[in-house]
């Protein structure tokens, strides 16, 4: 069964470095950018191949940059849209809790409880060894999914809420992987935001 952990326990978990800060962004600063993100992003809704079948993504996504670096996960290459000044204005706000610089951003648009992320780790080359997540939540709150490598029975989740910020460091990709989970119960839309550190290969 899932147990669900609170914010302070977060430290608890091992091999991972994970930190929530739930009022990262104001009240009217999430409400403003929501409405921004959701209305001017150029979302997309990419194909992709799950055990030899091809289905569309259950979310629409963008991804944003300060270069034309394009980033690949699970068969899927994107190629970067420009940062708008609603992402540079969260951008500048984690320069200033994290100090840690970021090359681009990937935007998940989940419409409702149907959208949803599978089980996954943001352990691409791509991104380093150890990287550092940084995760901002707009719209309706969802459960954020753990779940051991080395001990899949070791799971817990987490409410992500409007305006906040899911730090995840250290070992955690490594360890540790996440999912947003379909529901059944009837949620409004929600804006995810992962800011990261995208390397050039060789």
Same mark, same amino acid.
């Given at each position: 069964?899932?147990?669900?952990?609170?914010?302070?326990?977060?430290? @608890?978990?091992?091999?991972?470095?994970?930190?929530?800060?739930?009022? #990262?962004?104001?009240?009217?600063?999430?409400?403003?950018?929501?409405?921004?993100? @959701?209305?001017?992003?150029?979302?997309?809704?990419?194909?992709?191949?799950?055990?030899?079948?091809? #289905?569309?993504?259950?979310?629409?996504?963008?991804?944003?940059?300060?270069?034309?670096?394009?980033?690949?996960?699970?068969?899927?290459?994107?190629?970067?849209?420009?940062? /708008?000044?609603?992402?540079?204005?969260? =951008?500048?706000?984690?320069?200033?809790? /994290?100090?840690?610089?970021?090359?681009?951003?990937?935007?998940?648009?989940?419409?409702?409880?149907?959208?949803?992320?599978?089980?996954?780790?943001?352990?691409?080359?791509?991104?380093?060894?150890?990287?550092?997540?940084?995760?901002?939540s707009l719209g309706?709150p969802r459960f #954020?999914?753990?779940?051991?490598?080395?001990?899949?029975?070791?799971?817990?989740?987490?409410?992500? =809420?409007?305006?906040?910020?899911?730090?995840?460091?250290? @070992?955690?990709?490594?360890?540790?992987?996440?999912?947003?989970?379909?529901?059944?119960?009837?949620?409004?839309?929600?804006?995810?935001?992962?800011?990261?550190?995208? #390397?050039?290969?060789?």
């Open positions: 069964m899932i147990q669900p952990i609170s914010k302070l326990s977060l430290a @608890q978990l091992p091999d991972a470095s994970i930190h929530y800060i739930d009022h #990262f962004l104001t009240m009217a600063e999430a409400n403003a950018l929501f409405e921004d993100l @959701q209305q001017n992003i150029p979302w997309k809704q990419d194909p992709i191949t799950v055990f030899g079948k091809t #289905f569309p993504q259950p979310r629409l996504t963008s991804l944003h940059g300060h270069t034309q670096d394009p980033y690949t996960y699970s068969g899927i290459t994107m190629q970067p849209h420009p940062m /708008t000044a609603s992402l540079r204005l969260i =951008e500048k706000k984690l320069k200033q809790y /994290t100090e840690k610089d970021f090359s681009s951003v990937l935007l998940n648009l989940y419409r409702d409880g149907k959208d949803s992320n599978g089980w996954h780790a943001d352990d691409e080359a791509s991104l380093g060894i150890n990287p550092v997540i940084a995760s901002v309706a #954020f999914h753990l779940k051991q490598n080395k001990d899949s029975s070791q799971r817990v989740k987490l409410l992500l =809420e409007h305006g906040s910020l899911l730090l995840m460091g250290g @070992q955690t990709q490594h360890c540790w992987k996440h999912q947003i989970a379909k529901t059944a119960k009837h949620v409004g839309p929600r804006i995810n935001l992962t800011f990261r550190k995208v #390397f050039r290969s060789n």
